[in-house]
């Protein structure tokens, strides 16, 4: 896979997760409140846990990446980590701007779509080669 495909298998990783999010509003909405207050006692289990299913997720995601276009002097996987903590953050951030009264998230898709496609030219324009 090129590094142009990489960046659109991003993309679309992140429209999957919108049309989930859309599709099954309900279960969001409990996943999310699930996480941001787990209680104490299982709080170390979980976030294990998630973290397993996280990774595996991952590598398929960023399976057959092409490095050779990444530019020279750069680690290939920490550039990678902040592409991908750069977009989690990014619909974290998002998700607490845009939450109504009730806990619902008010999704913008063309919003979002546009944000995401401004941080990924950013991202290739510090990672990739000219």
């Known amino acids: 896979?090129?590094?142009?495909?990489?960046?659109?298998?991003?993309?679309?990783?992140?429209?999957?997760?919108?049309?989930?999010?859309?599709?099954?509003?309900?279960?969001?909405?409990?996943?999310?409140?699930?996480?941001?207050?787990?209680?104490?006692?299982v709080k170390e289990e979980v976030l294990k846990r998630y973290q397993n299913y996280a990774q595996e997720g991952f590598k398929l995601l960023f399976a057959n990446i092409d490095y050779s276009k990444f530019r020279d002097g750069i680690d290939k996987n920490k550039a990678v980590e902040t592409i991908v903590w750069t977009l989690e953050n990014y619909g974290n951030k998002y998700?607490?701007?845009?939450?109504?009264?009730?806990?619902?998230?008010?999704?913008?898709?063309?919003?979002?779509?546009?944000?995401?496609?401004?941080?990924?030219?950013i991202l290739k324009y510090g990672c990739i080669r000219g």
């Open 1 to 41: 896979m090129n590094i142009g495909d990489f960046f659109e298998r991003l993309k679309n990783w992140q429209v999957a997760k919108l049309n989930i999010f859309e599709k099954l509003s309900l279960e969001s909405k409990f996943l999310i409140r699930a996480f941001s207050d787990i209680p104490e006692e």
């Open 95 to 121: 998700m607490k701007e845009n939450m109504d009264n009730e806990g619902n998230i008010v999704i913008d898709t063309e919003r979002i779509l546009k944000d995401i496609d401004e941080y990924l030219e």
